[in-house]
């Protein structure tokens, strides 16, 4: 039978009497399927990335502005779902009270299994991390070294450092010549017996960033050494070694020449362009105003940036290669490289000893020109200065442009060594090269791939964007855009210059004896350590049509037996006999008692014609040099009858002076009547040292 009702005898339950006003109940329930659909979904989410209660936020936010959108624009259907869900939570409260408390418990339980990996992660020990090795010219160290630790910084995972990069200057394109090709050995073996004592550049690199692409060209390679630009991680270098593969360019930088204040003060000219239509007439309107006694340029053997602008400077300026050559080289500003040369610049400035020198012009590259400016450091040289500062000031150089001035291109160089190319560290290279395109150079005062100095991120202070240098210098001084001029290639420069130099023929003697096993005077190592490295520098710095021979010196190694080892007869300066003498000076040991410097250099092998006899020694004593008058008397009579076009020039390790007997009476026999006969060895770098010492010679 039917009820009253019609219902077949069922019945609705009682409305629960609770009180609520509809409102009030309704605002509850949805309340309550807010929070519930947030918890599930953000538990569901936090599984895959992110954090609980971050995610909740945003879910919660989620749904309540879907559920605001829901009761604005169409209530009855909202009114009737909240009806229905109200229904069924009355009759499966209990239902959903455990499984709200399950889900509780899973969430916990979740929580508490990620904040013990989250705690692990950040209290347990980090791994070792990768090391980049990055070589590169001397005056790129500073922005390199700033680029590379941002990078460093930005790859950390959970406070650990994924990476570690080391960033070396690079010894100079002709002993880069040789270490490439020689697995970055400084030399080949002086001998079977000897093959343990060669010595590397350094780590080999990973990742090579030359001064422009000629530098790159100018380093052999043979078959399968240069990898395809497409090359994917891990890609098979074959039984070449190292490969060679080129990522692109990081900047641009040209070479420009640069006045100190007072000279730029008188050359400056409102409405003269800022770029010059040639070097030549650069060089005329600088003339005219200064009277110009040189140019100060590195030396191009061990500087890609000297090398690559000293074409430029023959071609602009008047006369002979040889006359400009002079002009480009003065003896009191030699140095290996343009951080050296601007070093030197900065000292002197901080001492207040001297006033610019007002009368030189320097070639140098405008980015390195910015760090001397804007007081950053100098690479390994000198450190950070004040650039407001007066003194600073006055020694502050101006650029100078012109159309033929060449521009360095900085290609980025990724460089693989067998057994070093895994993929992990291909991968590597990899994220320096994509962190280099997202933070590019230009923020450490380059300028971008076409020659354009970009703007400056406002609110960045932490970066050296090279419109800052603009700013204090002008536009008119120094051009947003400039050309691509590339420089000429390496070889036929360096034939250009050995043509324009005077060749210098060089006898190198080198004191053997156990008492150069001691420690050297102003840097550490030993004497012979010391003395070996300055005569390697030197070395590298000869040209092809130079001659260079060496000799050893105890009392238990003859300067002329044959069988000595570490003679290596004069000849042309070649590659092979360069190589021949660099691996005996890294192979020889100090043995012996001492041989008296007047023996040893009667025992010299001197060629005919004018002679450099450089002797490398720490001083001996009157003691170890019997009858030093008669030999002196007889150094300055027959000896030097004998050799009318030598000169003897003492380099001395330490710890005798040039004013010490017997190096007193020796050089006052043999030495140079104009000029230094005996230099000792200072804290300076053995490559600038070298320079001036060969500056003299020549």
Known sequence: MTGPSGDGGRSRPPERQDGLPPWLRRLLQVMLLDVCSTVIVSIGVTLVHGVFWLNAVVTLLVVAALTAVLLVFYPATAHAVLERVGRVLRWGGAALGWGLAGAAAMAALLLAGT??????????????????????????????????????????????????????????????????????????????????????????????????????????????????????????????????????????????????????ESVSDPIAAPIAPSTAALLRRITDEVELRAIARPVPETSAAALAVTPALYDGAPGSDAADERFAEPADLVAPDAVSLLCRFRERAIAQDSAPPDDVAVAVPEQVLHDYDMGRPLGDRCGAADPGAAPLGRWRLHPYYATGLPTLDYPFVQVKWRGQDTRERD???????????????????????????????????????????????????????????????????????????????????????????????????????????????LVAQLQSNDRAGLQVSSATASPSATD??????????????????????????????????????????????????????????????????????????????????????????????????????????????????????????????AAELLSELR
């Open 115 to 264: 904040g013990v990996q989250v705690l692990r992660d950040r209290t347990g020990a980090c791994g070792q991390p990768l090391e980049l090795r990055v070589l590169t010219a001397p005056e790129t160290l500073t922005p390199l070294r700033a680029a590379a630790a941002e990078f460093v910084n930005d790859s950390e995972d959970r406070g650990c450092r994924v990476y570690s990069v080391t960033v070396v200057p690079e010894a100079g394109p002709v002993p880069l010549y040789d270490g490439f090709r020689l697995l970055w050995r400084r030399s080949a073996p002086a001998d079977a017996g000897h093959t343990d004592d060669q010595q590397l550049f350094g780590p080999q690199p990973d990742i090579w960033i030359p001064s422009s692409t000629a530098e790159y060209d100018f380093v052999p390679k043979g078959p399968g050494q240069v990898g395809a630009a497409g090359a994917g991680p891990g890609a098979p270098a074959g039984k070449a070694d190292p490969v060679f593969r080129v990522r692109g360019s990081v900047g641009t930088s040209p070479l420009v020449l640069a006045l100190f204040t007072r000279a730029h």
């Open 564 to 689: 000595t080892f570490g003679n290596v007869r004069q000849d042309a300066a070649s590659p092979e006999q360069k190589s021949a003498i660099t691996s005996r000076l890294e192979a020889v040991a100090s043995s012996g008692a001492d041989q008296p410097l007047s023996d040893a250099i009667a025992a010299a092998d001197l060629g005919p014609g004018r002679q450099n006899l450089v002797l490398v020694t720490d001083g001996q004593s009157p003691a170890t040099n019997p009858k030093l008058g008669s030999r002196v008397a007889w150094l300055a009579g027959e000896f030097r009858r004998r050799h009318p076009g030598l000169r003897l020039t003492v380099v001395l390790t330490g710890p005798a002076t040039c004013g010490s007997s017997p190096v007193r009476e020796i050089t006052a026999a043999l030495g140079p009547r104009n000029g230094p006969g005996c230099v000792r060895l200072s804290g300076a770098p053995e490559a600038e040292q």
């Open 427 to 537: 991968a590597a290279v990899t994220a320096f090269r994509r962190w280099l395109d997202r933070n590019p150079l230009t923020r450490q005062g380059f300028r971008d791939e076409r020659g354009v100095i970009p703007s400056a991120r406002e609110g960045d202070t932490r970066h050296h964007y090279l419109s800052r240098l603009q700013g204090v210098v002008g536009t008119r001084v120094m051009p947003t855009a400039v050309g691509l001029d590339r420089p000429p290639g390496v070889q036929a420069t360096l034939d250009r210059i050995g043509a324009a130099r005077p060749r210098t023929s060089v006898s190198l003697l080198l004191d053997v004896s156990g008492s150069m096993g001691g420690a050297a005077r102003a840097r550490g190592g030993s004497r012979l350590v010391r003395g070996t490295s300055f005569l390697r520098s």
